[in-house]
């Protein structure tokens, strides 16, 4: 946290990132209700509950970490994605098993996004070198 305080750039840097990774989450929710057969929300509906589940996420881990109950795969991974599907269940007008299926998508259209940005930063630096 003190890179963000001390270093100016990489404030810059994270107030020009986030914004962007939620307009991606929130497309990648509009992309997954769309596979799932459920009708999208639109998109200011989708950033509006990103951002509720950044926030309920949050809670969860801060809640977890107090009690000491942080460790195993139950909290770290099967706790975030109930938490997840619950508040899209909720956003998004869908049966409990159709959040998880929504759920597991938008994390692999997310997935996908960061490893394609990773592979042309790659092309990038590795054409940027070779001159």
Do not use: K
């Not at 799932?36 to 926030?55: G, K, L, R």
């Amino acid at each position: 946290m003190d890179l963000f305080i001390g270093n100016s750039d990489a404030l810059w840097t994270l107030a020009a990132l986030v914004p962007l990774a939620v307009a991606v989450a929130a497309w990648a929710l509009q992309l997954a209700c769309g596979f799932c057969s459920v009708d999208p929300p639109e998109f200011w509906h989708a950033v509006s509950t990103v951002v509720i589940v950044a926030v309920a996420n949050a809670i969860l881990r801060f809640a977890l970490h107090t009690t000491d109950a942080a460790y195993g795969i139950g909290p770290q991974y099967l706790a975030p994605l109930l938490v997840t599907s619950a508040v899209i269940c909720l956003a998004v007008p869908t049966a409990p098993f159709t959040a998880v299926t929504i759920t597991a998508s938008q994390l692999v259209i997310c997935a996908m996004v960061y490893y394609a940005l990773l592979w042309i930063r790659e092309i990038y630096i590795s054409t940027v070198l070779m001159f």
